[in-house]
């Protein structure tokens, strides 16, 4: 392939293109269709642009302008049927002050964990049934999908290991404004019994009364299994009848995570 030591007609026009429609991010395949105008060699085109560092590679067949930098947009657009969530989401939506130096994105597509321009990204695959409750954020070139509060609530309960520590996890459900038929709905899709059990019995411990259609669809759910309240944690602690769970985090220490001393 022929690299240019100067900028080629056909690259100025591509780059003033990009200019005219205000694309920021695009893919090979769609860009031709998105400016309204074909390349006799499209594929020279973009190598020579790269090189020049006029365009970044973000991966095979996905390109970004040099100063392009929304990690969130960028996340979500290397792979389909995407959303922002998880911790990532969590912090997004208020509900905790940490911050975590990988960003999460959920997908219904299996894709390996990678850097992208110098940010990490943890792609977490999901059945299709649980792709639901999502939202965009941004507008323009600045737009992404992100799990709505409760989706990204429900999500973090069901893989807990994403949602920067099971404490926070908590003190983000105690602060989150949530609708009882979404927390069902999502819970649905999820069908997660344990991860009901424990918001349902969550919702009570912590006086969440404006929830009580969830709560008493959670109770509907509730099994003859005990399950911890904490999944990562030790086989301990008091056992709860109503709701089959064993409190590995105690009643005090749950009182505490609420006043952040814990």
Same mark, same amino acid.
């Given at each position: 392939?022929?690299?240019?030591?100067?900028?080629?007609?056909?690259?100025?026009?591509?780059?003033?293109?990009?200019?005219?429609?205000?694309?920021?991010?695009?893919?090979?395949?769609?860009?031709?269709?998105?400016?309204?105008?074909?390349?006799?060699?499209?594929?020279?085109?973009?190598?020579?642009?790269?090189?020049?560092?006029?365009?970044?590679?973000?991966?095979?067949?996905?390109?970004?302008?040099?100063?392009?930098?929304?990690?969130?947009?960028?996340?979500?657009?290397?792979?389909?049927?995407?959303?922002?969530?998880?911790?990532?989401?969590?912090?997004?939506?208020?509900?905790?002050?940490?911050?975590?130096?990988?960003?999460?994105?959920?997908?219904?597509?299996?894709?390996?964990?990678?850097?992208?321009?110098?940010?990490?990204?943890?792609?977490?695959?999901?059945?299709?049934?649980?792709?639901?409750?999502?939202?965009?954020?941004?507008? /323009?070139?600045?737009?992404?999908?992100?799990?709505?509060?409760?989706?990204?609530?429900?999500?973090?309960?069901?893989?807990?290991?994403?949602?920067?520590?099971?404490?926070?996890?908590?003190?983000?459900?105690?602060?989150?404004?949530?609708?009882?038929? &979404?927390?069902?709905?999502?819970?649905?899709?999820?069908?997660?019994?344990?991860?009901?059990?424990?918001?349902?019995?969550?919702?009570?411990?912590?006086?969440?009364?404006?929830?009580?259609?969830?709560?008493?669809?959670? &109770?509907?759910?509730?099994?003859?299994?005990?399950?911890?309240?904490?999944?990562?944690?030790?086989?301990? /602690?008091?056992?709860?009848?109503?709701?089959?769970?064993?409190?590995?985090?105690?009643?005090?220490?749950?009182?505490?995570?609420?006043? &952040?001393?814990?």
């Amino acid at each position: 392939m022929y690299i240019s030591s100067n900028l080629t007609k056909p690259q100025f026009e591509f780059m003033k293109l990009l200019d005219d429609y205000e694309i920021q991010i695009f893919r090979f395949d769609e860009i031709e269709g998105k400016i309204n105008q074909t390349f006799t060699n499209l594929n020279e085109v973009l190598e020579n642009l790269d090189h020049k560092e006029l365009l970044n590679r973000i991966e095979r067949g996905k390109f970004c302008r040099p100063n392009f930098r929304d990690e969130n947009v960028i996340g979500t657009f290397v792979v389909e049927q995407s959303a922002i969530s998880y911790w990532s989401a969590l912090n997004l939506h208020g509900l905790t002050e940490q911050f975590s130096n990988t960003i999460f994105v959920q997908t219904t597509h299996k894709k390996n964990d990678k850097e992208i321009l110098g940010t990490s990204y943890k792609f977490v695959k999901i059945n299709a049934s649980k792709c639901t409750g999502i939202i965009w954020n941004g507008y /323009g070139n600045l737009k992404y999908p992100i799990t709505d509060v409760e989706k990204t609530i429900i999500d973090c309960f069901d893989q807990p290991q994403y949602s920067g520590g099971y404490a926070e996890l908590i003190r983000a459900f105690i602060q989150a404004d949530l609708q009882s038929e &979404k927390m069902i709905a999502y819970c649905k899709a999820t069908n997660n019994t344990a991860v009901i059990k424990r918001l349902g019995y969550l919702c009570i411990f912590f006086e969440r009364l404006a929830l009580q259609n969830f709560i008493d669809f959670a &109770k509907k759910q509730v099994n003859s299994k005990y399950n911890l309240i904490d999944p990562q944690g030790n086989e301990a /602690g008091d056992f709860i009848s109503d709701w089959k769970l064993r409190l590995n985090i105690s009643k005090e220490q749950l009182k505490d995570i609420a006043n &952040k001393q814990y």
